[in-house]
C-alpha cells in the first residue's frame, strides 16, 4: 500500500501536469493558478486510500481524484468571491487578481472540467461515480444556500448549522471515501460504511476550522482570523454564544451582528472575548471530539483488515490536529 506521503506527491504531479491547451488563455489561466496554490488535497487523498484499501495501483484512478479535487476548488473560487475574501492559502483569490466577472466564469469552467476528469472512470463504475458526484454537487449547493440564508437570520439553531455543514463540507469528504471504493470493488456496505465515515470526518472537520477561524494563527492559518464574525455567518461558535449568553452578553452580540458600520478589529475582539468568557472555544472542542469518535465506529465496521487502514486512519487522525 502507498503512503499517504506518496499518495499526495501523486496527487501533485498529476495536477502540476495538466494540460491547459484550450483557449482562451484567460479563461484557464485562472483554473491553473487555483490548482497550483497547492492545499492540503485531503478529498483526492481520501479517495486515493479508499480505493487502496481494495486494490494496489492507487494511481490508476488519478482523473477521478483530479476531478473531486477541481470540483472541492471550484467550490472555493465562487466562495471567496460570495464572502469578497482576500486570500486563499496564502494567496490573492481569483476575483482580486482579475475580477468577478472572471472568477465566476472559470470557476464555471472547473464544474465542467471535473465531470471532464470522472468521465475517464468508464466501465462498469462510471453512472454510480457520476450519480453520487451529481447528487453531492446538488446537496453543496444546497448547503451553501442554507448558509446564506442564516446570515440574516438571528434564530438559527445548533441542528440546522450540524445539517448546513454536512451539506457543504462533510458529503464532499463522505464523496470521495466512497468513489474510491466504488472504484476499487468494494462490497456495497464498506463503500456505505467509508461514506459515513466521512462524513463524521467531515462535521469534526468543519467545527474545527470555525474554531481555528477564531482561535488560529493567521501566519499559518492561510487567510485573515476572524473572517467569520465579521461576515455575521452562524457558525457553531456565535449560535452557542447567543445560546449561553446572559441578558448583557446577548445584547451586545446583537449590537454586533447588526451593526451596520464597525471598526473590524473592534468587532472581532469583542466578539471573541465573549466567546472566551462564556467557553465557547471549549465546547467546539468538545463537539470535534464527539463527531471524530463517531467517524471511527464505522471505519472499524469497514471489513478490511486493520493493518490496511491503519493509513487512512493516521492520515484523519493528522486531519484532527491540524493548526491550519
Known sequence: MLTANEILEKINSYLINLPYTRKP???????????????KRIRPSLMLMAYNLYKEDPETILPAACGIETYHNYTLLHDDLMDNAAMR???QTVHL?????????????MLVLAYSHFLHCGGEHLKAVLDLFTETALEIGEGQQYDMDFETRTDVTENEYIEMIRLKTSVLLACALKIGAILGGAPAEDADNLYKFGEQVGLAFQ???????????PAVFGKAIGGDILCNKKTYMLINAFNRADEAQRGELMRWVTAESFNPEKKIAAVTSIYDKLGIGRLAEEKI??????SRKYLAAVNVADERKRVLE???DKMMKRKY
Open 97 to 109: 487578481k482579475w475580477n468577478a466577472n472572471t472568477a465566476i466564469l472559470s470557476g464555471d469552467s
Open 314 to 316: 493516521e492520515y484523519t
Open 25 to 39: 488563455q484567460n479563461l484557464y489561466a485562472p483554473v491553473k493558478y487555483v490548482l497550483s496554490m497547492g492545499g
Open 289 to 294: 471530539n464527539f463527531y471524530f469518535g463517531q
Open 89 to 91: 492559502r496564502g494567496h
Open 207 to 217: 467545527l474545527q476550522d470555525d474554531y481555528l477561524d477564531v482561535y488560529g494563527d
